[in-house]
């Protein structure tokens, strides 16, 4: 396997998270080929994987595509994946996983492609080494993303393993927690770059303000990471590895220019957010607090302030919120001029009680709950 050779890699996304996924990997140098809703398409080699595995903030996976082909039915998708030479890409002694997405009117089960990929893979490799993989579930070694649509099939060599929003520093994740990679994107959209003081209320277990201390540290998150699906691949440049992740080290700040500011209500969350944020290194950057969000104390040099307040579906009642979104309105008001003010909510009715005109609506998907970053600028005096 030449991991200096061009292919195509396609970096997945959530819904909403293109464009900022977009402006990282064009900042990191990249030429984007194509793009959708929710993926990125360029030109790279597995060598440039490894520093989009470090370096995305915003990304999903990083899938670098072995082949596409059409297909009619079991027995071709069999065929067409047993003539790949896997014997390159996976050692006898590894341990192996598929993960298929299926939309097709030949099958109707995508655990059935999965075990037909699979089977293939395996054979293959029994074949040419004289044993085979291990597979199962686990997506901690090598990693196959299968996807047929229609006729059309694509086998992709899944470079991440576990998804990139796994940051390995939530381990007290408290109730209803943002994806970290929706938390960057968050942040992104607001401006945000570490040059401007930040401060979240209603912090929960405190990743909008583990993300932003991480990019105001200029802190790669795969750098919290031990393990990449790349590190099982036959071929893996190890030296290159290690050389890389010392590179992107050497360019963290100690300590970012201005306070980031994280406070909650509940003892709990303020106390599983310090820990989470200690594990990711960042503990010092952050000044927590537990108070009201209306108490939260606001830095005098001007900069960004940004709630997730709850929507009423999973944690609260939507009549019992009316009364927390208006007075989230008032702290803007009394207390946040000057400042960028944004609320991520998936609650349009609720957002409507913030009494404030919004500047910028910002779509967004939290898991399956379509949401919006809203945006209020505070002005000092009259506009």
Known sequence: MDMHKNETLVITCARGVAEYLRQEVEQLGYTVQSASETRIDIAASLHDAMRLNLMLRTGVNVLCL?????????????????????????????????????NTPTIDNSVFASQKVKDAIVDRISEKC?????????????????????????????????????????????????????????????????SQPLVN???????????????????APGLLRSNFGLKHVMGFDSEAWSVLRKEVRARSKKEPPFRIIATDIDKKAVEAAKKNAQTAGVDHMIEFHVCDFNDTPI???????????????????????????????DFFKNKCTGYAGYIFTGNMALSKKVGLKTSRRLVFFNARIECRLLEYHMYVGSK
């Open 201 to 219: 209320p209603m912090c929960g277990s405190g990743t909008l303000a583990i993300e932003a201390a991480l990019i105001a540290s200029n802190r």
């Open 130 to 194: 004289g044993s085979r993989p291990d597979s199962g579930p686990g997506r901690d070694n090598v990693v196959i993303n299968f996807y047929w649509n229609d006729d059309r099939c694509w086998i992709y060599l899944n470079t991440s393993g576990k998804k990139l929003s796994d940051r390995s520093y939530r381990k007290i994740p408290h109730t209803a927690p943002l994806q970290e990679t929706l938390a960057a994107a968050l942040l992104g959209a607001a401006g945000f770059d570490g």
């Open 299 to 329: 830095p005098e040099e001007k900069g960004i302030v940004i709630l997730n307040p709850e929507y009423g579906y999973r944690l609260g009642i939507e009549r019992e919120l009316e009364g927390t979104y208006k007075r989230i309105g």
């Open 66 to 102: 072995l082949k596409q082909f059409s297909c009619e039915g079991p027995d071709k998708l069999y065929r067409e994946v047993v003539s790949f030479p896997w014997e390159d890409y996976i050692a006898p002694t590894e341990y192996l996983s598929v993960v298929s997405r299926v």
